[in-house]
């Protein structure tokens, strides 16, 4: 028995641990530790993926849930924002002076003519946004008051304006005051291209929220892949005035087809079979204007509704996006999480707030079950 001892001694069995031991002891307890921290954390959080084509609302829809989920802006954002209110104002000016030329529209004033070029020159999208300069700021006052240009901003279908710009010229005397204060509207009707992926993280009834907004142009969606595991919620937007417009980086492809297909396409991804999809269809308040001068089946022939009727053409869009779900899961040999449709205006804070808290009592009351939390 003493022998045993000894060779048990010997071959270390039965020592203490050294002091080297007795660090990598605790270094593995902190790993595991770790892992186990993460997984429950993984648990806790609900990842939400904001996918559509440009311009579609997705970066102004995480503003809104900054606004109710996160308290809103700290004051340097209102600083940054004013810079980016002034660069979508000399965009507006630039696009516009570019749309005379190609349209061959006369200037009422024949000055503007040659002097409207600096504002094409000048606009840069890649550059960091500035406040507009005194010639700038007066120059794009002067285009905007033209008759000729108001004629111009009524063909704005046959080139790429942006939403907001009537917004924002309009208050363009106010907007350049060294003493004007940013507003929220004004911060959700900016216009900032989203490039690469942006995150943001929310904290809602014991889920961490994190909701992932990628750029909807086609050369941004490569990077879409990388977002796709782990995904629990899928939110596609899709715009309801873009029926008369084409993309940006493709002027023969049609918005709403380009988001049909697209929306197509995500729905028959199986990584999101588990997800629960969620199709925002953007913009009502847009479509509610625009339907009353702008006949829908002069650009989509598959509408049959009355002419200049809202409801009838929310019904129609409603119809053409749910059938290519439908189509796009027919052959799927599983079944699909539960799937959710809202008309939203993405500038509305009050109707984002509504539709966001159904969203939520749906969403997170099944996740807080999973987790044994209620």
């Not at 630039?94 to 200037?107: F, G, K, Q, V």
């Not at 279908?157 to 940013?182: C, G, P």
């Not at 028959?268 to 479509?287: P, Q, R």
């Amino acid at each position: 028995m003493e022998l045993g001892l000894n060779l048990l001694s010997c071959c270390g069995l039965g020592a203490q641990m050294t002091v080297e031991e007795q660090k990598a002891e605790e270094s593995n307890k902190k790993i595991n530790k770790k892992i186990r921290e993460s997984k429950q954390q993984t648990k806790r959080e609900q990842k939400i993926l904001l996918l559509g084509t440009g311009e579609c609302g997705k970066s102004t829809f995480i503003k809104q849930m900054r606004i109710i989920l996160g308290g809103g802006f700290p004051p340097e954002q209102y600083e940054y924002y004013k810079r980016v209110i002034h660069k979508n104002l000399l965009q507006a000016g630039a696009s516009l002076a570019s749309a005379m030329r190609t349209l061959d529209i006369p200037y009422q004033d024949e000055e503007l003519e040659g002097e409207a070029v600096e504002l094409i020159n000048a606009f840069n999208e890649n550059l960091e946004p500035r406040l507009l300069s005194g010639k700038h700021e007066d120059l794009i006052k002067r285009l905007w008051k033209d008759s000729g240009v108001q004629s111009c901003f009524d063909r704005r279908r046959e080139f790429q304006l942006l939403d907001s710009a009537k917004y924002f010229l309009d208050k363009i005397d106010d907007l350049t005051v060294d003493t004007y204060k940013v507003t929220l509207q004004d911060i959700l009707r900016s216009r900032v291209k989203t490039t690469g992926i942006i995150e943001e993280v929310f904290h809602v009834d014991r889920v961490d929220l994190k909701i992932i907004d990628v750029g909807g142009q086609r050369r941004e969606r490569r990077r879409w892949i990388h977002c796709f595991e782990g995904v629990t919620s899928v939110i596609f937007l899709a715009s309801l005035s873009e029926y008369d417009m084409m993309l940006y980086e493709c002027s023969t492809r049609n918005r709403t087809e380009e988001s049909l297909q697209l929306f197509h396409e995500m729905c028959k991804y199986d990584v999101f079979t588990c997800a629960s999809f969620i199709l925002f269809l953007n913009k009502k308040d847009l479509l509610e204007e625009k339907v009353k001068r702008v006949d829908i089946v002069d650009y989509l022939p598959e509408y049959t509704g009355p002419k200049q009727d809202y409801d009838a053409a929310l019904t129609f869009f409603k119809n053409i996006f749910v059938a290519q779900r439908q189509a796009a899961i027919a052959d799927s040999p599983t079944d699909r999480a539960p799937f959710f449709l809202h008309f939203t205006c993405a500038t509305d804070t009050t109707n984002i707030q509504k539709i966001f808290d159904a969203i939520k009592t749906t969403l997170l009351s099944e996740h807080l079950r999973e987790m044994g939390l209620t």
